[in-house]
């Protein structure tokens, strides 16, 4: 079943705002596959924003992800990645709608409080990335209840 990588920014960790964002996806009906808190190093900022390398924004960006411990999260379910986002809401808080995690928590994009994948692709290779060692792969008993 299709996977996301979601990963609670240090903003987010320091505003008390983990419990919350867990229970979104854990109430939606996803299950969680991969959970820690860890401080991330430059390099591995890095990585995971290799895309956007040449951006104006970058070494902000890679400032901000490394300056407090991040919540590194795997969960699956059907259209996880596309849901997972919706779930999330946009990029910028100004444009994400009330009821969005930045729509309800976050002001200024460069303090947006969560990321998730952007295709099922960039899941997979951030998901190596973020969980070297693997991740649980558990039956909830609750699956016949959120599936048909
Ligand atoms: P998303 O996190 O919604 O996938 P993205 O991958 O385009 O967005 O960018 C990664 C992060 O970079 C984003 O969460 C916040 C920051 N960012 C993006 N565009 C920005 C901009 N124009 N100015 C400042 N920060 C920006
Ligand atoms: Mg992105």
Same mark, same amino acid.
């Given at each position: 079943m299709e996977q996301t990588y979601i990963m609670i920014k240090p903003d987010g960790v320091q505003r008390g705002l983990v419990g919350n964002i867990i229970s979104r996806f854990e109430?939606? #009906?996803f299950f969680l596959r991969g959970l820690k808190i860890i401080t991330v190093d430059r390099a591995l900022a890095e990585k995971?924003?290799?895309d956007l390398s040449a951006k104006p924004f970058f070494n902000g960006l890679v400032d901000y992800i %490394?300056? #407090?411990p991040v919540v590194a999260m795997v969960w699956e379910g059907k259209g996880v990645v596309?849901? #997972?986002r919706k779930i999330i809401g946009a990029t910028n808080p100004a444009e994400s709608a009330p009821g969005t995690i930045r729509g309800d928590f976050a002001i200024d994009i460069g303090r +947006? @409080? %969560?990321h998730g994948s952007d295709s099922v692709e960039s899941a997979r290779k951030e998901i190596a990335l973020w969980f070297p060692e693997g991740? @649980? +792969?558990w039956q909830s008993n609750a699956h016949p209840w959120i599936y048909e």
């Open positions: 109430q939606k #009906g995971h924003y290799a %490394i300056s #407090g596309t849901t #997972g +947006n @409080v %969560i991740t @649980v +792969n």
